[in-house]
């Protein structure tokens, strides 16, 4: 592989992030990771369940008093969206449109920091309740869950931006293509997770 | 020279003897001399599995030893190739259906134990006169002793649990700090004691405790709780109906105070330090901070493992931590104004403690 | 670029084996250290032994022993077994597949030395204020009362390691997805690769739920979070569940690889094909795929109800079925053969009565009602001592002496490995089987000591002299490997003369890139067919001779983990609230770690070429039989 060999749309080939042994090994690769990652997430909801609205005698919250929809509600949706734009990019990317992908990345980049942002407010609001991290074991299981997840979208946004950013001069060639599909793969798993947690955390605390 | 093979063959026999006699080990122990219905149906358990395994072992040894003695190379001939074989569906099937039949001649029975076991239903079943017909025995597991409250009768003991035989008697396990394991092997498998919850079973009980060569039977910690895991040792005394329940009307009585001089010295000075854990009335429920000392003088052992002499019994009271590390009793010195235990402080502790009893 | 060995000098060896990314090398370092582990491992071992030789013994306070056995166990499964094994699957497993390396070099290298310096971290703990000492199974709720620092280096040194061999895991399946030679079906691939797929898959989907575990872990004891804190309404069950959903997969990740090696021997030494080879493969994928499902037998007595223990009950038995499968199909392939009785190969023979024993005492414990009497006591110790024992370590030591040669290209004494066997064979025995007995007689486990009035004074003194066999055993092997290195006679290709698969097709050991030409595989046992024909090459080619593409060596995987094991000690101090130090080792090691991960995605690695003028070279070096 010559990483610089110059494309053009008409050579670039109609699947660049399997293109090459490499690409081909870090797609199964990472494919495997996720499902690593999706035990690691199923341990953390089991018992994000079985800790819900647990804690010391006579604890002032629960799921049902805590939590309220619409600021999530708005996360959800701008979460949503970003999955949506990361499609885009890839759309761009394999038509080696490069301009046009590192456009619609910005945007993801955007929309997830925007989302970061809500939810660290969402957060800081519980805390000033008095729900801190160490409340109850109900509090420890609900930081953990909604905080990895956290925790997963700040590493996506720096991989994204630590591409967009390493390989603006350079453009599109078939060292880096694996990567950018790569990164916008993981940033679907984060989305998949999160329709997860709103639906488990959040509508069904809400219910009751 | 034939009269030394005589006698190597005598010595080969007891030897294997005294190993299979010590291999059911001691019968207040031993879950291979069951004293209780529980424990019996897991060594009927114990025998059909290991009937079955044997006729398992025994298949696979026979082949195995035939493969290994004729295929040798040294009777194939050291350039001989044999023939490549794939496989044999047959076989395959074979090996695949016997274990599976195997297998379904346990399950039946496991299944059924297992639902059997855990039936406590009967337990809340109430007699005419309005009193539950079974005996509940609430089991408290601390760091390292074990609290038994009679919640009927109103009455606590602590590390030695009596029983009436012959009937069923249920367990409510709780533990107050660390996981622990409720096991009295003779009489049944165990069940964890919990920190989080209560967990419930049953055993029986058809020997008199009497019987044994030490008069009771040995129970067990057997969850690793920390240093003195070990030495969480309990003991069970299993006594005919009539008996326990004299047992337990001489347990709801005041105790009597100490008679003599030096038990009434070491009266006073329990009452000044030691009651603030320990109580000495048989009387109440659970959450003593130490073991209830009201049957003391009738006990088997001291901390659980000690043989049960006033030596022992200063020993421990002098230095805890040397006997049961890691155990809760507070540095004698910090009770005694800073100073050890002296000598006939000691023994006017002991001969109190020995006077404490229901019994007669 | 020749991959004749040169003279090299000390440093530049420790040099090139900290930087290499080659798997054969970091096969060498996972042996190297998962051979040390294992004698400190050992030496544990005898010590238990030595406090219960005798009843009341005082040799080690009851501290003590609880942090010997809880090191013992840790150490002996994460940090000796299962890299033993990654060293074997490192070595073997691209040579069978017909591959120049493994899918991921880099993050191979990154695997080993994140389980190293995980494995070193947990074992300073001895020097630096105590050892872990609630159990290698760490059950909450005395963990979370267990007082110093124990069982933050338990939590944090595995938390390490275990992404070591998740890396690991993931790099085996990609390899094997991706980089099988041309003709190198599912269905032809050695059986030693076979188990190490599922192995890895195994590796892959249990060792998050011990990851979650361990930060649940780390939380409550550090940060405050109340998990498995009853009182704030956390739940110490919550442990079990997550340990066993990892804990059982992980016997599975050290047997099914013990069951690959025995697999190759049984064909080796009996100079035939593997009998029922796909009955062997499915039996395989069932055993993994059944291993997740009966975590809960190692909970029958916690109180999870009837239903559970009876389903789970019914679930664990069913293993048996695909282990009998292996066991009578491996009697099968030894049946009709040509058997020679080497080193690795009594060590085979010896591994099915000895598995035996253990599997069908497992049976009897999944019978639930009658667990209820062997949960937790001595019949369990010997239970798993025999699977682990008569299972895996006979499979390490067989396979040591195996693939010494393919590893290092000299045979370790035939004579000395018999020595070994001999020793080790009757005094694992001799510890192990009584112990059924002793748990039968109502000893509980993990007890540091035990009163004579109990009738168990025999059986352990029997018991430990039994260990003192199986030392003098290990003592042997390490006189032999000593003897072995200093003779230094070397091999070709198929020292043992009966090679079946590729890995015997080429030198001992093989160069550095493996395969000069990709070899194109006719079917299974492929070797042994061109043997057959009577191909004096062994293999046939998929490709002409040509420049082959290669990895760089780099050191940022040893500078990602030495910053992740500075970072682990302020993390460990950190909240000890007197030490303000810790804070700046925390953020420093952090920075090492995650700077040399910068480094590595922004600094392009494009590897190099060796040209097809190098590779003639090698050839005419006569490097085909490894001089």
């Known amino acids: 592989m010559d990483i610089n060999q110059r494309y053009t749309p008409q050579s670039w080939p109609e699947h660049p992030e399997t293109a090459t042994m490499e690409g081909k090994n870090k797609f199964i690769g990472f494919w495997l990771l996720l499902a690593a990652e999706t035990v690691t997430f199923a341990s953390l909801f089991a018992t994000y369940l079985a800790l819900k609205d647990k804690g010391p005698s006579g604890m002032e919250f629960s799921a049902a008093g805590l939590f309220e929809l619409p600021l999530v509600f708005a996360m959800t949706m701008i979460l949503l969206t970003s999955s949506l734009t990361s499609v885009y990019a890839m759309y761009h990317m394999k038509n080696h449109n490069f301009k046009a992908m590192q456009a619609w990345l910005g945007i993801t980049v955007l929309l997830g920091a925007t989302f970061l942002g809500l939810e660290i407010y969402e957060f800081n609001h519980y805390v000033h309740l008095g729900f801190g991290y160490t409340n109850s074991a109900f509090s420890s299981a609900f930081y953990t869950l909604v905080g990895t997840h956290g925790a997963h979208v700040l590493f996506g946004l720096s991989w994204f931006i630590a591409l967009m950013l390493r390989n603006a001069k350079r453009g599109l060639n078939m060292y880096n293509a694996p990567k950018f599909y790569l990164a916008s793969l993981y940033w679907h798993f984060i989305d998949v997770v999160w329709v997860f947690i709103f639906t488990v955390v959040y509508l069904m605390g809400v219910i009751g | 020279m034939m009269k030394g093979i005589k006698k190597w063959r005598l010595f080969a026999l007891m030897?294997?003897?005294?190993?299979?006699?010590?291999?059911?080990?001691?019968?207040?122990?031993?879950?291979?001399?069951?004293?209780?219905?529980?424990?019996?149906?897991?060594?009927?358990?114990?025998?059909?599995?290991?009937?079955?395994?044997?006729?398992?072992?025994?298949?696979?040894?026979?082949?195995?030893?035939?493969?290994?003695?004729?295929?040798?190379?040294?009777?194939?001939?050291?350039?001989?190739?044999?023939?490549?074989?794939?496989?044999?569906?047959?076989?395959?099937?074979?090996?695949?259906?016997?274990?599976?039949?195997?297998?379904?001649?346990?399950?039946?029975?496991?299944?059924?134990?297992?639902?059997?076991?855990?039936?406590?239903?009967?337990?809340?079943?109430?007699?005419?006169?309005?009193?539950?017909?079974?005996?509940?025995?609430?089991?408290?597991?601390?760091?390292?002793?074990?609290?038994?409250?009679?919640?009927?009768?109103?009455?606590?003991?602590?590390?030695?649990?009596?029983?009436?035989?012959?009937?069923?008697?249920?367990?409510?396990?709780?533990?107050?700090?660390?996981?622990?394991?409720?096991?009295?092997?003779?009489?049944?498998?165990?069940?964890?004691?919990?920190p989080e919850n209560v967990n419930t079973f049953y055993l029986e009980f058809d020997q008199e405790s009497s019987e044994l060569e030490d008069g009771v039977f040995y129970g067990k910690c057997a969850e690793l709780c920390g240093p003195s895991h070990a030495l969480m040792d309990f003991k069970v005394k299993s006594v005919d109906r009539e008996e326990f329940d004299q047992w337990v009307t001489a347990m709801q009585e005041e105790p009597t105070p100490a008679e003599d001089a030096v038990a009434q010295e070491g009266q006073e000075l329990f009452e000044q330090s030691c009651i603030a854990c320990h109580a000495t009335s048989g009387v109440g429920g659970t959450g003593g901070v130490g073991p209830n000392l009201a049957t003391f003088g009738d006990r088997n052992r001291i901390a659980g493992y000690l043989e049960h002499d006033e030596e022992n019994l200063k020993n421990w009271i002098a230095d805890p931590q040397e006997y049961k590390p890691g155990n809760l009793m507070p540095d004698p010195e910090s009770l005694n104004d800073g100073e050890p235990f002296t000598e006939q402080q000691l023994d006017s502790l002991a001969a109190y403690l020995m006077g404490l009893t229901v019994e007669e | 670029?020749?991959?004749?060995?040169?003279?090299?000098?000390?440093?530049?060896?420790?040099?090139?084996?900290?930087?290499?990314?080659?798997?054969?090398?970091?096969?060498?370092?996972?042996?190297?250290?998962?051979?040390?582990?294992?004698?400190?491992?050992?030496?544990?071992?005898?010590?238990?032994?030595?406090?219960?030789?005798?009843?009341?013994?005082?040799?080690?306070?009851?501290?003590?022993?609880?942090?010997?056995?809880?090191?013992?166990?840790?150490?002996?499964?994460?940090?000796?077994?299962?890299?033993?094994?990654?060293?074997?699957?490192?070595?073997?497993?691209?040579?069978?597949?017909?591959?120049?390396?493994?899918?991921?070099?880099?993050?191979?290298?990154?695997?080993?030395?994140?389980?190293?310096?995980?494995?070193?971290?947990?074992?300073?703990?001895?020097?630096?204020?105590?050892?872990?000492?609630?159990?290698?199974?760490?059950?909450?709720?005395?963990?979370?009362?267990?007082?110093?620092?124990?069982?933050?280096?338990?939590?944090?040194?595995?938390?390490?390691?275990?992404?070591?061999?998740?890396?690991?895991?993931?790099?085996?399946?990609?390899?094997?997805?991706?980089?099988?030679?041309p003709g190198m079906t599912y269905m032809r691939m050695p059986l030693f690769t076979w188990t190490t797929f599922v192995a890895s898959a195994l590796i892959l989907l249990a060792f998050p739920p011990l990851t979650v575990g361990l930060f649940f872990m780390v939380f409550d004891r550090m940060?405050?979070?109340?998990?498995?804190?009853?009182?704030?309404?956390?739940?110490?069950?919550?442990?079990?569940?997550?340990?066993?959903?990892?804990?059982?997969?992980?016997?599975?990740i050290l047997i099914l690889p013990a069951f690959g090696i025995f697999s190759e021997i049984f064909a080796i030494f009996s100079r035939k094909r593997l009998f029922g080879y796909t009955a062997l493969v499915f039996a395989t994928i069932l055993i993994g795929f059944y291993g997740f499902m009966?975590?809960?037998?190692?909970?029958?007595?916690?109180?999870?109800?009837?239903?559970?223990?009876?389903?789970?009950?019914?679930?664990?038995?069913?293993?048996?079925?695909?282990?009998?499968?292996?066991?009578?199909?491996?009697?099968?392939?030894?049946?009709?053969?040509?058997?020679?009785?080497?080193?690795?190969?009594?060590?085979?023979?010896?591994?099915?009565?000895?598995?035996?024993?253990?599997?069908?005492?497992?049976?009897?414990?999944?019978?639930?009602?009658?667990?209820?009497?062997?949960?937790?006591?001595?019949?369990?110790?010997?239970?798993?001592?025999?699977?682990?024992?008569?299972?895996?370590?006979?499979?390490?030591?067989?396979?040591?002496?195996?693939?010494?040669?393919?590893?290092?290209?000299?045979?370790?004494?035939?004579?000395?490995?018999?020595?070994?066997?001999?020793?080790?064979?009757?005094?694992?025995?001799?510890?192990?089987?009584?112990?059924?007995?002793?748990?039968?007689?109502?000893?509980?486990?993990?007890?540091?000591?035990?009163?004579?009035?109990?009738?168990?004074?025999?059986?352990?003194?029997?018991?430990?002299?039994?260990?003192?066999?199986?030392?003098?055993?290990?003592?042997?092997?390490?006189?032999?490997?000593?003897?072995?290195?200093?003779?230094?006679?070397?091999?070709?290709?198929?020292?043992?003369?009966?090679?079946?698969?590729?890995?015997?097709?080429?030198?001992?050991?093989?160069?550095?890139?493996?395969?000069?030409?990709?070899?194109?595989?006719?079917?299974?046992?492929?070797?042994?067919?061109?043997?057959?024909?009577?191909n004096k090459k062994g293999m046939i080619y998929a490709e002409p001779l040509g420049d082959i593409h290669m990895p760089n060596g780099s050191i940022i995987p040893f500078v990602i983990s030495l910053g992740m094991f500075i970072a682990s000690f302020g993390a460990l101090y950190f909240l000890d609230g007197d030490k303000p130090w810790a804070l700046a080792v925390l953020i420093i090691g952090l920075v090492i770690t995650f700077g040399s991960m910068l480094v590595r995605s922004l600094k392009d690695d494009l590897g190099f070429h060796i040209t097809k003028a190098e590779l003639l070279e090698d050839a005419k070096g006569g490097n085909t039989d490894g001089h």
């Open chain 3, 294 to 534: 009966v975590w809960a037998h190692h909970m029958f007595t916690v109180g999870l109800g009837p239903t559970a223990n009876a389903v789970f009950a019914l679930a664990t038995m069913i293993i048996a079925v695909p282990t009998g499968i292996k066991i009578f199909n491996w009697l099968l392939t030894i049946w009709g053969g040509n058997i020679s009785f080497t080193t690795p190969m009594i060590y085979a023979v010896a591994f099915i009565p000895s598995f035996v024993a253990g599997g069908v005492t497992g049976v009897m414990q999944a019978i639930a009602p009658l667990d209820y009497q062997l949960h937790d006591s001595y019949f369990i110790v010997a239970h798993f001592h025999y699977v682990i024992v008569g299972g895996v370590v006979l499979a390490i030591l067989a396979g040591t002496h195996l693939y010494w040669p393919k590893m290092f290209g000299t045979m370790l004494s035939e004579k000395l490995g018999k020595w070994t066997f001999w020793f080790f064979f009757i005094g694992f025995h001799l510890t192990f089987f009584i112990q059924h007995f002793l748990g039968l007689m109502g000893m509980p486990r993990r007890v540091y000591t035990f009163g004579a009035d109990q009738g168990w004074d025999l059986f352990n003194a029997i018991s430990s002299a039994g260990a003192v066999l199986m030392a003098i055993g290990v003592i042997i092997l390490l006189v032999n490997v000593v003897m072995t290195s200093i003779k230094n006679e070397r091999v070709g290709n198929d020292p043992w003369g009966d090679g079946r698969t590729l890995e015997w097709a080429i030198a001992s050991p093989p160069p550095f890139y493996n395969f000069a030409q990709t070899p194109l595989v006719r079917g299974l046992d492929t070797f042994w067919i061109e043997k057959m024909d009577g």
């Open chain 2, 15 to 194: 030897t294997t003897l005294l190993v299979f006699l010590a291999g059911c080990g001691r019968e207040e122990i031993s879950t291979l001399i069951p004293a209780g219905k529980v424990a019996q149906d897991q060594f009927n358990l114990l025998i059909l599995s290991s009937v079955v395994m044997l006729f398992v072992i025994i298949v696979v040894s026979i082949i195995f030893v035939l493969a290994i003695v004729k295929f040798r190379r040294s009777k194939m001939g050291e350039d001989m190739i044999p023939e490549q074989v794939e496989g044999s569906a047959r076989l395959e099937f074979l090996w695949t259906a016997v274990p599976i039949v195997l297998l379904l001649i346990l399950a039946v029975p496991t299944v059924y134990s297992t639902f059997d076991l855990a039936d406590v239903s009967t337990m809340d079943v109430q007699a005419e006169d309005g009193n539950s017909s079974h005996l509940t025995v609430n089991v408290t597991g601390k760091l390292y002793w074990w609290e038994f409250e009679y919640p009927e009768q109103g009455i606590v003991t602590a590390q030695e649990l009596v029983v009436p035989t012959d009937e069923r008697v249920y367990f409510n396990l709780i533990s107050a700090d660390i996981k622990h394991s409720f096991w009295i092997p003779s009489i049944g498998g165990k069940l964890d004691v919990n």
């Open chain 3, 1 to 181: 670029m020749s991959s004749i060995a040169q003279k090299k000098g000390f440093g530049a060896t420790i040099w090139d084996f900290m930087t290499t990314v080659d798997h054969k090398k970091i096969a060498i370092l996972y042996l190297i250290s998962g051979g040390f582990f294992f004698l400190v491992g050992g030496l544990e071992a005898m010590l238990i032994r030595v406090q219960l030789a005798t009843a009341g013994n005082d040799f080690l306070s009851a501290g003590t022993y609880n942090e010997i056995i809880t090191m013992h166990g840790t150490t002996m499964i994460f940090l000796a077994a299962m890299p033993i094994l990654l060293a074997f699957m490192n070595a073997i497993m691209p040579l069978q597949i017909g591959a120049r390396d493994v899918a991921f070099p880099f993050l191979n290298s990154l695997g080993f030395w994140l389980f190293f310096f995980g494995g070193i971290f947990l074992n300073l703990s001895w020097f630096m204020g105590g050892a872990p000492d609630a159990g290698w199974t760490n059950y909450a709720s005395l963990a979370l009362a267990s007082e110093g620092h124990g069982i933050d280096f338990y939590s944090l040194g595995l938390t390490i390691s275990g992404f070591g061999t998740l890396i690991a895991g993931i790099n085996f399946l990609v390899t094997i997805i991706n980089m099988r030679a």
């Open chain 3, 223 to 252: 940060f405050g979070a109340s998990f498995f804190a009853v009182e704030m309404g956390g739940n110490t069950i919550i442990w079990e569940h997550l340990f066993w959903i990892f804990g059982h997969p992980e016997v599975y």
